[in-house]
C-alpha cells in the first residue's frame, strides 16, 4: 500500500512569490491533516480535513495560506504571498480512525 | 489545553547501550499518548501508543514506553539501542473528541559507535 505522497519535496522561492503544495493521502483515509514543522520543533496542524471540509482550519494564517481539498482525496495547501518565515517543513498526514495518523515525508520550504 | 514536555532537547548514547527518553503530559483526563519518530528528510513514523489498559505499551523497532498517571509521564525505552535509531523522537498527546494530536518539540538522539 502506497504511503502518503507529498510534492514537491523541496522548494526555493523568493518572499512575495507564491507556493503550492499537494498531498495525496493514503488510500480510503477520509481524514486528511496538514502540519507546519519549524526547525527544532514538533509538528503544529494547520488545518484538518474530513473529507472534503475544513473541520478545523483555527490554526491556518488567513490572510496568506488557503487549502483545498475538493474531491475529498488529495489537498492543495497554497502561501501567497511567502514571508521570510514561512520557511519550514509542511507535513501532510491522512488517517482512517481516530488518531491513527500517518505522515508523508514533507516538503521542506526555503524562502529567501 | 493539554501539552507535552520532552525535557531533553539532546540525548547521547553508546550503540548497545539502553536508552529512555522522557515525556511529560498535562491533561485533566486520561489522555491518548503517542511515541513518533523522524528520520532526516522523512516524516513522522508512529512508534507506538496507548489509549487505555495495559500501562507498558510494546511497539515497533524494538521499543516501548510505559504510562504513569501519577506522574503524567509517557516515557520511551529500548533496552539495546542500534546506530540506526538516531533519530529525532517526538512524544505527543491527543484528547477530546477532535481528533487533535500535540507534538512535544523533540528529542534528538545521536548514537556513537
Known amino acids: 500500500e502506497a504511503g502518503v505522497v507529498q510534492s514537491p519535496r523541496y522548494k526555493i522561492i523568493e518572499k512575495k512569490q507564491p507556493v503550492a503544495f499537494w498531498c495525496n493521502p493514503i488510500s480510503g483515509h477520509n481524514t486528511l491533516y496538514w502540519y507546519l514543522q519549524n526547525l527544532g520543533q514538533g509538528p503544529e496542524l494547520l488545518i484538518r480535513?474530513?473529507?472534503?471540509?475544513?473541520?478545523?482550519d483555527s490554526q491556518l494564517p488567513k490572510d496568506r495560506f488557503s487549502a483545498e481539498r475538493l474531491k475529498g482525496v488529495d489537498s492543495t495547501l497554497k502561501i501567497q504571498p511567502a514571508e521570510l518565515g514561512d520557511s519550514a517543513v509542511y507535513l501532510c498526514a491522512s488517517s482512517s480512525s481516530s488518531y491513527e495518523q500517518y505522515f508523508g515525508p514533507g516538503t521542506r520550504l526555503t524562502v529567501t | 489545553a493539554q501539552s507535552v514536555t520532552q525535557p531533553d532537547i539532546h540525548i547521547t548514547v553508546s550503540e548497545g547501550a539502553s536508552l529512555e527518553l522522557r515525556c511529560n503530559y498535562s491533561?485533566?483526563?486520561?489522555?491518548?499518548l503517542f511515541w513518533y519518530v523522524q528520520s532526516p528528510g522523512q516524516g513522522l513514523q508512529l512508534l507506538l501508543k496507548?489509549?487505555?489498559?495495559?500501562?507498558l505499551v510494546q511497539g515497533i523497532k524494538g521499543f516501548e514506553a510505559e504510562f504513569k498517571r501519577s506522574q503524567s509521564s509517557f516515557n520511551l525505552r529500548k533496552p539495546s539501542v542500534h546506530w540506526s535509531d538516531a533519530a529525532e523522537y517526538f512524544c505527543?498527546?491527543?484528547?477530546?473528541?477532535?481528533?487533535?494530536?500535540?507534538f512535544g518539540k523533540g528529542t534528538r538522539l545521536h548514537i556513537l559507535p
Open positions: 496507548y489509549f487505555s489498559g495495559d500501562t
Open positions: 491533561y485533566g483526563a486520561t489522555p491518548y
Open positions: 505527543a498527546v491527543g484528547a477530546g473528541r477532535d481528533d487533535k494530536i500535540i
Open positions: 480535513y474530513e473529507n472534503e471540509e475544513a473541520v478545523d
